[in-house]
């Protein structure tokens, strides 16, 4: 190797590389490397020498970046210098990890022939290689490499052309925890049951990705989009594929699944397949979920409600970090699946309900659940890497232990009169198999390596012949020394010494004196066979001593495979109880997650909302969970409870809106956010941060709350502000809760303030959701006198010697004024321009109470006389026009003829 930086000008691709020219003119190395880099072109190949993984040509320029080492050089090919850098092997995943983070694949390739083998063929033979995985962002299994709290999804989607809309469905797969998900999706909604998942990885048929209709799709997705063969992709194939995997003969037992879902479905097989290569996880059987069952909540919502992630990103300062008590990874994991996918349910939702109350109602079964759940390890990745092949000793000291805490649940568990979800959990958890547990227990030691070719992890008394083999290997002086006694006293000879050199081995040596004992008689000569003759002394061997020696010289090689066999039996038990173990550890997370969420209603003060499939929507003491807790960490201060109402009222059908005024800092985002936030945590079934909470269903749930831009895609903030205030108005339902916040201010005055306007009128009269309506624009406040589900309600404020005070209570009412220049002068603008503010804002008000825009309302139609316009003109029917038009066909029209129709259809337009 040569330490010398090389910077290259010209990198030959992968393409060049495997040309007829550049493999003959390449060492039957580097030959052996084109070939299996041509085969893997989309990866980093990651070639193993010895306890180093080389990386060569542009690959090697890509990793020294990335991971910040030297690069290097190894000779020339096609009269170029070959860059190389490279990884040990020992510490491979911490170098995988960061070269996941920033999108690259990676292909790992071993040597699959013991180099001996290959010397056969010629000294100057090429050991065997191949790649033996593909390691990509959703398919890792190692430890270092993923969140224990987070899941790891690999999802796929597809696409059936046919009918009026295509078909789509979405597929997502965990190996590390085997868990296998299915749901069907629209165009629509795609982006958004996407993000639901948050996969790692997205696989798409190469048709989809290059469909100008899926490139908003992409633009969020990034990198984590890959392209995929259409081919893995046919649902013709699909239920084969499916059904291969699983080795049964038809999927009619595993439930019914539409064409789309089982194309999504075989994909993400086919995907794990490949990357996999010859090894194969333990999924689950697929689990078809209804898009319906689960709260729709669009991305833009996801992002600006910061459930599990805030805007920059970051983890600290989510509702899934205010809201988490749990004390396992899967429990973790779980509680963030729930949080990210709330339910429309109100059944399912009060039986979750149900279990976290039985839990508060018994603190102290709930303090012993925690304590037993404490000592559960991840269960379910350790089984995913003994499947894989990649587990360890640890693995299976994972999976005992895990049988061992369960055992330990399920006691505490049954002295208690459990039903609903701890029930179910309960039974899972019973169905465990006891003589898994006992298996393990009886062979694997209490101190277990990380790697098994370490060996030791098998236990004193487990196995006679191990521990022969081990004795030999750690205690052959002892051994040895043993023997050598056994032959003096037999030949009386106390001289005798077993002794050994790189010639002979062991060796018995005596003086020539008393060589006579060990070579007269027949049962002397029969026994020691002499070796050697030296001035003064003889050397001796017998059979026990050789076979002694053979022994010793294997013993450590020989206990080694003795320990990987009892391995190799460990793994097969444990992989053969692979279901029961997921449906177990499945239960155990979800007593954790119930415990966890009675531990937060405890500890917070929350209350059991109730949840029903009315249009209710009464909070009283609401409070934001997240600032909540901030403010208790960081002051004394308490946070200022408010209410929420925007149920029905006066016989009305619908839920209200409110329409909320009041200054900048005065706590509308604040109060905007955490009745979404309580509306979220309610239908994922847990407890709610107010005094009481009564909530009917809500079946999408939209948030307009804050200001960005999208560059990238030339959308200016107030482009993103319109564009994400459309997809409100146009799928908002009666059943719907809406919060926006200051629709409008992105633009000039008037029209913002008209854009506003429209938009409260249509969600009171069009969408008849259940709604609030922050904004500046005080002029809107007087549409509460025409629209009857319409309340004001205000940011209440105190002024104090020309100071003013925040009071961030909710009450009745519109605000008189913003206090925005108090606000600017608060935040430290210059003394001259909050003067020079002052003076244009008296003129402003001077003029606007003159001609005031408000008065405007008396003018304008209200929204709903546009709305019944609009369905009238529908109900009507095509017109006779209409009709003609649709009659038609240009294509088969002589100009003459169109010309004639046309004439046809301007006269019978002038009758009308």
Known sequence: MNDQIVRPNDILTTAELASEASRASATPMMEQYIEIKANNPESMLFYRMGDFYELFFQDALDASRALGITLTKRGQHLGQDIPMCGVPVHAADDYLQKLIAVGFRVAVCEQVEDPAEAKKRGSKSVVKRDVVRLVTPGTLTEEKLLSPSDSNYLMAVSRIRGGSEPAMAL??????????????????????????????????????????????????????????????????????????????????????????????ASAAIAYVEKTQIAERPALGLPERESSASTLFIDPATRANLELVRTLSGERGGTLLRAIDRTVTSGGGRLLAERLMSPLTGSDEI?????????????????????????????????????????????????????????????????????????????????????????????????ELPLLKRDGGFIREGANGELDEMRALRDQSRKVIAGLQLQYAEETGVKSLKIKHNNVLGYFIEVTAGNAAALTEGDEAKSRFIHRQTMAGAMRFTTTPLSELETKIANAADRALAIELAAFDELTAAVVAEAEAIKRAARALAVADVISGLAVLAEEQAYCRPVIDQSKMFAIVGGRHPVVEQALRRQSANAFVANSCDLSPVDGAADGAIWLLTGPNMGGKSTFLRQNALIAILAQMGSYVPAESAHIGIVDRLFSRVGASDDLARGRSTFMVEMVETAAILNQATDRSLVILDEIGRGTATFDGLSIAWAAVEHLHEANRCRGLFATHFHELTVLSEKLQRLSNATMRVKEWDGEVIFLHEVGPGAADRSYGIQVARLAGLPSSVVARARDVLAKLEDADRKNPASQLIDDLPLFQVAVRREEAMRSAGPSKVEEALKALSPDDMTPREALEALYALKKEVGKS
């Open 350 to 446: 009060n039986t979750r309900l149900d279990a976290i109350s039985a839990l508060v109602e018994r603190p102290s079964f709930g303090s012993d659940l925690r304590d037993a759940l404490k000592m559960l390890p991840d269960m379910p990745r350790a089984l995913s890497r003994l499947a894989l092949g990649r587990g360890g000793p640890r693995d299976l000291g994972a999976i005992l232990q895990g049988l061992r805490s369960a055992s330990a649940v399920a006691r505490l568990m049954a002295a208690e009169d459990l039903d609903g979800e701890l029930a179910k959990a309960r039974a899972d958890i019973d169905a465990l198999p006891t003589t898994l547990s006992a298996e393990l227990a009886a062979k694997l030691d209490e």
């Open 171 to 264: 597929a997502w797969i965990d190996i590390s925890t085997g868990v296998f998900r299915l749901s069907e999706t629209a165009q629509s909604k795609l982006l958004a049951d996407i993000l639901r998942v948050e996969p790692r990885e997205v696989i798409v048929p190469d048709t989809l990705f290059h469909d100008p209709e899926f490139r908003p799709v992409l633009d969020v997705l990034g990198r984590a989009a890959v392209p995929q063969p259409a081919v893995l992709f046919d649902s013709a194939t699909a239920e084969g594929r499916i059904s291969r995997y699983f080795g049964v003969g038809t999927l009619d037992g595993f439930g019914a699944f539409s064409r789309a879902e089982l194309a999504a």
